[in-house]
């Protein structure tokens, strides 16, 4: 399933999701907010997906901890709400929207920076191929 299926499917199916997955999913979402407001970038992107992680490094020709701030992603602040879909997980902060998967390991970030865009589900700075 391409990324963009899986958030149009994660916009329109509302939450749904045992409270310990939503917990999960929000934890991990705050602690890379965290991260990146702390400057540990190292911190940040070991909370992201491998092929997120991957097309980072890739399209910024750079480690991740040093490509990770040409995205000037936004500061999140706090959550307002997470709907969690099987394996998926979108996480509402004030000021940014994470879309995260589920790995045997835990929840990692597969999509940050993210911002509605008309027509398609969202647009996101950093997101896995």
């Known amino acids: 399933m391409s990324l963009a299926a899986a958030l ?6 509302g939450c749904g999701g045992s409270d310990e997955r939503v917990a999960g999913a929000s934890a991990v979402a705050t602690g890379f ?8 970038l190292k911190t940040a992107c070991a909370a992201l ?7 980072l490094e890739e399209s910024e020709k750079k480690a991740c901890h040093v490509g990770i701030v040409a995205e000037e992603l936004p500061v999140g602040g706090p959550v307002g709400a997470v709907d ?10 004030k ?28 647009r996101c700075a950093v997101k896995g191929g």
């Open 33 to 40: 907010e965290r991260a990146l407001e702390q400057g540990d």
């Open 84 to 93: 969690v879909y099987g394996r998926q997980a979108r996480v509402v902060l």
């Open 49 to 55: 997906a491998p092929d997120t992680r991957s097309e």
């Open 95 to 122: 000021a940014d929207t994470l879309f995260l998967s589920q790995f045997p390991d835990g929840w990692k970030v597969v999509a940050a920076g993210c911002v509605p865009d008309p027509g398609r589900p969202y």
């Open 8 to 13: 149009l499917g994660l916009a329109s199916a």
